[in-house]
């Protein structure tokens, strides 16, 4: 079955500073990779998403991430971290049957300011 | 609408009661998804709709709960005989069609508190 692995629960980083939020996936076939972020109160919004083709994926926020298959990683980096980044980041792998996800249990950014 | 609506916003009560979930995705949206959000679990798919027919109900927990969608538009995930476990939050999301490239909007959810 497919899953999604954050391994980084919460995450602190100064206002400025690089950022990278990592996630593993176990599936068999080619994946859709997706990253989501969700502000409080808020629903989820899409930052960027991974088919095919260029393995560097730019999204939203001046947000990209990288598909490793070798790694079966997809994380998530941004060069320098604005406080209005705090929030909660989710990876997912869209599993077919429609756009059915299979999400992370998410990983929650602080930034310092 | 202009985006994702789902009502109530919180919504608290007692175990036992049943509890009725709205969703009103945007206008020509044919899919529709509702996922339930609980601490420490991430985000669990729940079931899909195409149009008015559900394709995949597989995530539903249990047959306390049911969800139906008319009018190809709103639907309803009920919960009957809620119990605590049952506390989360309840995404609702539309997609303009099917398929893993399609973009899905989420609404706020509903904060439903089982006591």
């Known amino acids: 079955a497919q899953s999604v692995t954050q391994p980084d629960i919460h995450i602190t980083v100064s206002e400025g500073a690089s950022l990278e939020l990592r996630c593993n996936y176990s599936?068999?076939?080619?994946?859709?990779l997706f990253w989501y972020v969700q502000s409080p109160g808020q629903g989820l919004q899409l930052l960027l998403k991974?088919?095919?083709?260029?393995?560097l994926v730019q999204g939203i926020k001046g947000f990209e991430a990288e598909f490793k298959r070798s790694q079966s990683s997809f994380n998530l980096r941004k060069p320098s971290v604005h406080w209005s980044d705090a929030a909660e980041y989710f990876c997912?792998?869209?599993?077919?049957?429609?756009?059915?996800?299979?999400f992370g249990t998410g990983t929650q950014l602080k930034v310092e300011l | 609408g202009a985006g994702v609506s789902q009502s109530p916003s919180n919504k608290v009560t007692e175990k036992g009661k049943d509890v009725e979930l709205r969703c009103d995705p945007i206008?020509?949206?044919?899919?529709l998804y509702w996922y339930r959000q609980s601490l420490g679990q991430g985000l669990e798919f729940l079931i899909y709709?195409?149009?008015?027919?559900?394709?995949?109900k597989s995530g539903l927990p249990s047959d306390r709960f049911s969800a139906e969608r008319t009018g190809g538009s709103v639907s309803t995930l009920t919960i009957q005989r809620t119990q605590q476990e049952d506390s989360a939050v309840y995404l609702c999301a539309s997609s303009s069609q099917t398929g893993p490239n399609e973009k899905l909007f989420f609404g706020s959810g509903t904060q439903l508190s089982v006591l």
């Open positions: 709709f195409q149009g008015n027919s559900a394709p995949d």
């Open positions: 991974y088919f095919s083709g260029d393995t």
């Open positions: 599936y068999g076939a080619t994946p859709y």
């Open positions: 206008s020509g949206h044919t899919a």
């Open positions: 997912a792998v869209s599993t077919g049957g429609g756009n059915k996800l299979t």
